[in-house]
């Protein structure tokens, strides 16, 4: 059982930058790999950000590629997404999600049904 809980949201101007934190409970965090997900009023669920076991591999969403990067701590346990030059598109509710990973430690998911926990999340807005 892993427990995510989120941080570092808010409201952010054009252009401005944000650190979201996601904090995970147990101590086998590093036995799964990791990613942020956003949802949008309206909107499906999208991927955003993922990264492998031992915090070697990532992947970004095209739409976030050069602005947007994930890192984990495994020692605190804890995954981070720095977001840099944000648009009111990046508006939406920000989710960490963990995936069991106990075979590879190279690899990285990016659709959301390989995740089994998923965070409560933490509101980014980015106004105009």
């Known amino acids: 059982q892993v427990q995510l809980v989120e941080s570092g949201g808010g409201v952010v101007q054009l252009g401005g930058s944000l650190r979201l934190s996601c904090a995970a409970s147990g101590r086998t965090f590093s036995r799964y790999a990791m990613g942020w997900f956003r949802q949008a009023p309206g909107k499906e669920r999208e991927f955003v950000a993922a990264i492998s076991r031992s915090g070697g591999n990532t992947a970004n969403a095209d739409s976030v590629k050069g602005r947007f990067t994930i890192s984990r701590d495994n020692a605190k346990n804890t995954v981070a997404l720095q977001m840099n030059s944000l648009k009111p598109e990046d508006t939406a509710l920000y989710c960490c999600?963990?995936?069991?990973?106990?075979?590879?430690?190279?690899?990285?998911?990016?659709?959301?049904?390989?995740?089994?926990?998923w965070g409560q999340g933490t509101q980014v807005t980015v106004s105009s």
């Open positions: 999600a963990a995936a069991p990973a106990y075979v590879s430690v190279t690899r990285y998911y990016t659709a959301p049904r390989e995740y089994d926990y």
